[in-house]
């Protein structure tokens, strides 16, 4: 006889339900002396291949399972075997999809392979109607076993004990109460019987189970017989890769191969013998792995836009590049195949692709409209509880107000998970000396349980899974509210389980380059090839690049980049030495959180400061980067070459690395890490060394093809700004997104020697418009302006030619008064009238709208026809206010200059000129323009801002002391008046704040 | 005869009843708004506030990034209301035909009652007096020919203190006031309106005719018209009082727990109860306020098939009520009970009575009760659910 298993079982994949992680429910199994175990999650399969792997480390054997609970009706399915699995995965997702689902029917149409408990009439009547195979009467103690029991021997079947097990201790009732308050939108008090679990639903041991049925034991008998005919060695590793229109492997693989060669003639205009021989390795290596589906697949999908970025380690594939899947030549940028497919990789690495982003869902569409909803999905999100959300949703539940829960949250980082919080809550500078109330300390408690419990799904960005044959035999899949097929599972569970995903991504950038192109074109009948560009064969563009001058760069463009590119190349001896192209992929590689030391020290480096790698073992490795580990793949190498991992171990390393958590693996990886590498003779403080440059990149890291990837878009944004200014402005503005809010590129677009021109009746269209030295606003400026309004103001301008007065404009287009009212004090018949008609304007808007209205209804005495007024024109100010109002921003100044007269007074050093001052204390001026804030050394909040004046944009940094003292000041839209003192670093100049007041109000104690 | 209308203003007036208290809270920007979300609206801004350039109307959100350290009161209908109540006795001396308006802000007719108390002005300093001492409140009084000049006077000056306008000078008086000082145009709507229409003094809207206002203002023109000379025939009205029983309580400790607040209810219940069985009347209305812990207020109301006096019954009708109104989480810190539409209690029967009247033995018990409870107090004998279970 087979020993009693739990098999309805519930972890925090169950949505809005579950309590216990699949860790500690695994672990609490071992601990009782379970050999096996069934999950069975409500309505999905959302955690199993986590399941197989925690299970597995346990040292448990799993079973797969779930409850299907409809409104009125539940039963738990258990899989048999593959057949029950398919099974299981087409009926949760019918139940997901489908309206009108109905249990029992989907159950007796998807039966075979799967184990059926419940204890609802309505579900097994029906059933056992067809047959009384695997069907079993559900015995729970506390859910009315006296009725499951009677309705066994009514029905005549066998009888299964559960302990519909939610809980491992009793604690956790409370923690499942407010789950479900949470997931009601109630409050405890509020909280129904039957929208919770009960009180005893726990995972107890088999004895104390077997106490509740010393009047059926064969109800426990029949668990661990369920549990011993129930398939428990699953294996998800192997590949599902798409099917290319159906074609056989041979077949499809003849395909690539010839649209290689047709592609490889394409970009080098001949096959030479190093491209011949790189193709061929590659092709084997594609033919081996079985990747040429999934290849044909990823080129049909990246041909459905001419401009864009293929991403990740697919750049360094030859095959890619010749297909124009990817762009940056891998020969010709010394980038390695074996960093995307080598023999010992056994995941498949997955291709990313970056779309214009107002593209993007065309693309998407056409993948769906290629494969159907039944071969391809989504992969999904799943959005659990994170610090800040378990603390506000708990605090909600406890009844607080929005605004004490706020001034609790804001001490903790939004990158804080739920079980940090209360650490996080204690000393944070903005609020000391607080005592937490008691209610406070229950919530923070309860909080911090509050981890990895699955709410909902969502839509991930981008990725795209294919299979051959039918997606829901492999997943459930679920409807997102876009509309789109979803699967149950994240990303990482997707690849545990084989399936291939393709990022299809939006980029900003991508649709600005194709905006400035096109500008371009018609102004200037200037064409450039979008796949043969090179462009930093453009001797402007290297300036701009190595001036750090990059702002609307793609990727380039934060303050942190845009200095790194200025210590890099102002003044550096070593400069017509380093490769323009390769130094940018290592610039953009190495900004990332916690690499700040690094970084300076690579600029030394590169400016010719003498260096060794940390130990000989590494020279080869690091190389290229001057002995700094900078690329994800260096992880992988560095413990090659040092401590004697294999590839496939080193590769386990860097994927760990990059994925966060796992701290216990990370620990395992030290351990080998440090004894390999002492085994080689590497002494240890070189490890810890190293081991701490390879910890640098958790979390946030690029491996270097895709670094090159993003390298050439930036490149080609640099030459757009370099050679082709208004429009590339225009178009940076104009698809919004950018690192910078428009006023801030605005007022970059002037220190380019632009001239801003306000929005225009007869001049503006919908989005910003470059040309030449100017740059127009565009009608999308106008805040609150209907997109329709607008469309139709340009249509008819378009047809019946340009507006002659603002009467007209009325007569000719039908539009709001209110959008008439906004595109008036917005400026735009500025143009057509004096700006003083304004007031006037307004009156004849009135007139107008008013003949319409009293169309219907007349008063008894009429009043003669009113005679407009003559308004007098507004004074400056109101015409400022109304274009912040109307704009968002000003634009036909720098605000800064409306503070003229008290900035002479305080006679601040210009920005321009701020490099004169170095290790100096000044006085300067500043409109904030962007701010990161971050965590110093020892863990206190610091800041660096970027502000602008009139002359220049600079960085001003507030080290802890200064951040404690003036972050409440930071309040964005005010002229600030900085002191501190100027360093110098590499040619670059920072202000380091000591005290920071208003210009507009006066200087204030701080 | 000549009107002598006196308006009593206190700018900020739940701030400066908090600010008697709370010493901290003054010579500080201080604004009061519902804590409920970043984006409520601000009801009242304290004069600091203002000359950081916050305004009344405007979301939380933007009045922190304007004055990150503005001082958030969220609103207290409690102290507001024994603030007003002290206001109105003061005033009461004076004149029985008074009209408060909104919180802070009061009207008295004093027309006819020169001999007693000497001119308006008089009475104006003395009353300002009077606030100052006793309440330890800065008001300031207008003193004029109708309730709208009286009204803009007592707003006209900077600091507290009597403005007096002479009878007969009030449309030269307004003339050069920006137009934000008539009624009606404060609201944000208009206002707007009148600034894209560039008219910023009063004269400049006293200059145009009722056919070119109307274009602006619709059905209001002619009110504004009227406004903007200086005249405003209404007369100050005492407010109408209908007879309605009701109890409130503030909660010692903000509670969210249904069953505790149920029992706080069933107290305001039986309160209710028996001063209706007191005066003979039974409720055919109830209106419930809740007042949340952020500052925001709910109302629910529940109109009765039958008139109810019966603390069970009304009870029953309560506790429904309380559920259709108690929707948000959050905890609440004051509950409000209003019985109205009283009909007398032993009233005409309905012919065709399909209500199930109460058992003898219910109604002698509530009679017992009642005695009980004139007699020695209501903590005498309570109902076992106005206990709670906590």
């Known amino acids: 006889m087979s020993a009693f298993t739990h098999l309805h079982v519930h972890s925090t994949f169950s949505p809005q339900w579950g309590v216990r992680s699949l860790e500690d429910i695994c672990g609490a199994a071992r601990v009782m002396g379970m050999t096996r175990l069934a999950l069975t999650d409500r309505n999905g399969l959302y955690g199993i291949p986590h399941f197989l792997e925690a299970a597995r480390e346990a040292g448990v054997a799993p079973i797969i399972g779930a409850e299907a609970v409809t409104p009125e009706q539940r039963a738990v399915l258990l899989t048999r075997d593959e057949t029950g699995y398919a099974n299981l995965c087409r009926l949760l997702s019918d139940l997901h999809c489908r309206t009108g689902f109905d249990l029992p029917r989907a159950i007796s149409e998807y039966r075979g392979g799967l184990f059926v408990l419940s204890d609802d009439p309505s579900v097994l009547g029906p059933l056992r109607r067809h047959s009384d195979e695997d069907l079993y009467v559900e015995l729970s103690p506390g859910h009315q076993m006296h009725q499951a029991l009677a309705l066994a021997r009514e029905l005549r079947l066998p009888t299964v004990a559960t302990s519909r097990a939610l809980l491992l201790d009793p604690e956790d009732f409370e923690l499942h109460r407010v789950v479900r308050a949470i997931a009601l939108n109630t409050k405890l008090s509020r909280l129904r019987p039957e929208e919770t679990a009960k009180e005893g639903d726990q995972m107890v041991s088999p004895q104390r189970l077997a106490d509740f049925f010393p009047h059926c034991p064969e109800a426990l008998e029949n668990a661990g017989r369920i549990a011993g005919a129930c398939k428990t060695d699953w294996d998800f590793s192997e590949t599902i890769f798409p099917a290319f229109r159906g074609m056989a492997e041979a077949e499809a693989f003849a395909e690539l191969s010839r649209r290689a060669l047709e592609g490889a003639i394409w970009r080098y205009g001949g096959i030479d013998e190093t491209v011949e021989a790189r193709l061929q390795k590659e092709l084997v290596m594609i033919r081996d792995k079985g990747f040429a589906h999934y290849f044909l697949v990823v080129e049909e999908i990246a041909r459905q836009s001419p401009r864009t970025c293929g991403r990740g380690s697919a750049a360094a594939s030859l095959v890619a590049y010749c297909l124009g899947i990817t762009h940056v030549d891998p020969i010709k940028h010394n980038l390695f195949f074996e960093r995307f497919l080598n023999p010992g990789r056994v995941d498949p690495p997955d291709i990313d692709i970056d779309f214009p982003w107002d593209e993007r869902d065309a693309v998407l569409d056409f993948a769906f409209a290629r494969y159907g909803a039944r071969r391809a999905a989504m992969v999904a999100n799943q959005i659990g509880f994170k610090g800040r959300s378990a603390l506000r949703e708990v605090a909600k539940v406890y009844g607080m107000p929005d605004g004490e829960i706020k001034a609790v949250t804001e001490r903790i980082s939004g990158y804080c998970k739920a079980d940090q919080t209360a650490r996080a809550v204690e000393g944070h500078p903005l609020f000391q000396g607080e005592k937490l109330s008691e209610d406070w300390q229950a919530i923070l408690r309860i909080s911090q349980k509050l981890s990895g419990h699955l709410r909902h799904l969502s839509l991930h960005c981008g990725g795209l899974i294919v299979v051959p044959d039918e997606i829901r035999r492999y997943v459930p899949v679920e409807v997102s509210a876009k509309g789109l097929p979803v699967i149950q599972w994240e990303k990482d569970q997707a690849e545990a389980a084989g399936l291939v995903k393709i990022d299809i991504l939006g980029n900003r950038s991508l649709a600005v380059i194709r905006d400035a192109m096109a500008a371009a074109k018609k102004n200037t009948g200037v064409e450039i090839d979008y796949a043969s560009w090179c462009p930093l064969e453009d001797e402007r563009t290297r300036q701009l690049l190595c001036s750090g001058e990059t702002m609307g760069c793609f990727y380039i463009e934060s303050p942190a980049t845009r200095q790194l590119l200025k210590r890099m190349w102002t003044g550096n001896p070593r400069a017509a030495e380093c490769d323009l192209f390769e130094h940018l992929v290592i610039a953009s590689s190495i900004i990332r959180p916690a690499a700040n030391a690094f970084i300076l020290e690579f600029v030394a480096r590169m400016r010719g400061k003498a260096w060794r790698s940390l130990h000989p073992l590494l020279d080869d490795v690091l190389a290229e980067t001057y002995g700094i580990a900078v690329y994800q793949e260096q992880i992988t190498q560095m413990a090659m070459a040092l401590a004697g991992f294999s590839a496939f171990e080193g590769d386990q390393l860097r994927k760990i690395i990059s994925k966060k958590h796992k701290e216990k693996k990370l620990a395992d990886y030290r351990q080998m890490f440090l004894v390999g590498g002492q085994q080689r003779g590497v002494p240890?403080?070189?490890?810890?060394?190293?081991?701490?440059?390879?910890?640098?990149?958790?979390?946030?890291?690029?491996?270097?093809?895709?670094?090159?990837?993003?390298?050439?878009?930036?490149?080609?944004?640099?030459?757009?700004?370099?050679?082709?200014?208004?429009?590339?402005?225009?178009?940076?503005?104009?698809?919004?997104?950018?690192?910078?809010?428009?006023?801030?590129?605005?007022?970059?677009?002037?220190?380019?020697?632009?001239?801003?021109?306000?929005?225009?009746?007869?001049?503006?269209?919908?989005?910003?418009?470059?040309?030449?030295?100017?740059?127009?606003?565009?009608?999308?400026?106008?805040?609150?302006?209907?997109?329709?309004?607008?469309?139709?103001?340009?249509?008819?301008?378009?047809?019946?030619?340009?507006?002659?007065?603002?009467?007209?404009?009325?007569?000719?287009?039908?539009?709001?008064?209110?959008?008439?009212?906004?595109?008036?004090k917005a400026g735009c018949f500025d143009g057509l009238d004096k700006k003083e008609r304004r007031p006037a304007l307004q009156w004849e808007l009135l007139r107008f709208h008013h003949h319409f209205d009293r169309q219907g209804s007349g008063l008894l005495f009429e009043e003669p026809a009113a005679e407009l007024p003559a308004p007098s024109a507004y004074d400056d100010r109101t015409v400022l206010r109304q274009e912040v109002e109307t704009l968002g921003m000003l634009i036909s100044c720098h605000p800064l200059l409306l503070h003229r007269r008290e900035l002479a007074k305080l006679k601040p050093v210009p920005a321009a000129r701020m490099g004169e001052w170095v290790g100096r204390y000044i006085t300067m001026i500043g409109w904030w323009v962007t701010g990161k804030t971050v965590q110093a050394r020892d863990d206190r909040p610091m800041e660096f801002v970027t502000f602008e004046d009139t002359t220049a944009i600079f960085d001003a940094t507030f080290f802890p002391q200064a951040y404690e003292r003036f972050c409440r000041k930071l309040s964005r839209s005010r002229p600030y008046l900085l002191k501190g003192k100027v360093e110098e670093e590499y040619g670059v100049a920072t202000l380091t704040v000591e005290w920071v007041g208003f210009v507009d109000g006066g200087p204030e104690k701080g | 005869m000549e009107r002598d209308v006196l308006h009593l203003s206190i700018p900020a007036f739940p701030i400066e009843l908090a600010r008697v208290s709370d010493l901290s809270l003054r010579g500080r920007p201080v604004a009061v708004a519902p804590g409920n979300s970043e984006r409520a609206l601000l009801q009242c801004v304290s004069a600091e506030a203002r000359a950081e350039g916050i305004l009344e109307g405007m979301p939380l959100f933007r009045a922190r990034r304007i004055c990150p350290s503005l001082v958030l009161l969220t609103p207290d209908p409690e102290l507001v209301a024994k603030g007003m109540q002290a206001l109105l006795e003061l005033s009461g001396q004076y004149t029985p035909v008074w009209e408060p308006t909104t919180p802070g802000r009061l009207f008295l007719d004093l027309t006819g009652g020169r001999m007693l108390f000497g001119p308006g002005r008089d009475v104006a300093a003395r009353?300002?007096?009077?606030?100052?001492?006793?309440?330890?409140?800065?008001?300031?009084?207008?003193?004029?020919?109708?309730?709208?000049?009286?009204?803009?006077?007592?707003?006209?000056?900077?600091?507290?203190?009597?403005?007096?306008?002479?009878?007969?000078?009030?449309?030269?008086?307004?003339?050069?006031?920006?137009?934000?000082?008539?009624?009606?145009?404060?609201?944000?709507?208009?206002?707007?309106?009148?600034?894209?229409?560039?008219?910023?003094?009063?004269?400049?809207?006293?200059?145009?005719?009722?056919?070119?206002?109307?274009?602006?203002?619709?059905?209001?023109?002619?009110?504004?018209?009227q406004r903007s000379q200086g005249i405003d025939p209404s007369p100050v009205q005492p407010p109408r009082r209908s007879p309605e029983v009701a109890e409130e309580s503030f909660l010692g400790q903000e509670e969210t727990d249904d069953a505790l607040l149920l029992a706080e209810l069933c107290r305001l219940v039986e309160g209710c109860g028996l001063r209706l069985r007191q005066l003979g009347q039974a409720t055919r209305r109830l209106v419930l306020t809740l007042t949340y812990a952020d500052g925001v207020t709910e109302q629910g109301t529940a109109s009765l098939d039958t008139s109810l006096s019966h603390d069970l019954a009304l009870f029953a009708a309560v506790e429904e009520l309380y559920y259709k109104t108690c929707r948000r989480r959050v905890r609440l810190r004051g509950m409000r009970l209003v019985c109205d539409r009283l009909t007398a209690r032993s009233g005409q029967l309905d012919l065709f009575a399909t209500a199930p009247t109460l058992s003898p033995h219910a109604e002698a018990l509530q009679d017992s009760l009642d005695q009980l409870r004139t007699k020695y107090g209501m903590a005498t004998v309570r109902w076992g659910r106005s206990i709670g279970n906590a």
């Open chain 1, 684 to 824: 240890v403080e070189t490890l810890e060394e190293v081991w701490s440059q390879i910890l640098s990149f958790a979390g946030y890291s690029f491996c270097k093809p895709h670094s090159a990837s993003y390298a050439l878009v930036s490149c080609k944004s640099a030459f757009l700004k370099a050679n082709h200014p208004a429009e590339f402005m225009a178009a940076v503005i104009s698809n919004q997104g950018g690192y910078y809010s428009p006023f801030a590129y605005l007022s970059e677009a002037r220190r380019m020697g632009l001239t801003i021109l306000p929005p225009d009746i007869n001049e503006s269209v919908w989005p910003y418009a470059g040309e030449g030295r100017t740059v127009r606003v565009g009608l999308m400026q106008v805040e609150g302006l209907a997109r329709k309004a607008a469309e139709a103001l340009l249509r008819e301008r378009e047809k019946g030619g340009s507006y002659s007065s603002f009467d007209e404009f009325l007569r000719r287009v039908a539009i709001d008064p209110a959008d008439a009212k906004r595109l008036v």
């Open chain 2, 127 to 225: 009353l300002e007096r009077e606030i100052d001492g006793r309440l330890r409140l800065a008001g300031s009084v207008g003193v004029a020919g109708n309730k709208l000049i009286s009204r803009i006077a007592a707003g006209y000056l900077r600091r507290p203190g009597v403005c007096d306008i002479l009878r007969g000078s009030e449309r030269s008086f307004i003339a050069p006031l920006p137009v934000a000082v008539l009624p009606g145009v404060g609201n944000a709507r208009e206002s707007v309106l009148l600034q894209d229409l560039n008219l910023r003094r009063v004269e400049e809207v006293a200059a145009l005719s009722v056919p070119q206002l109307r274009l602006a203002f619709g059905p209001f023109a002619p009110l504004l018209h």
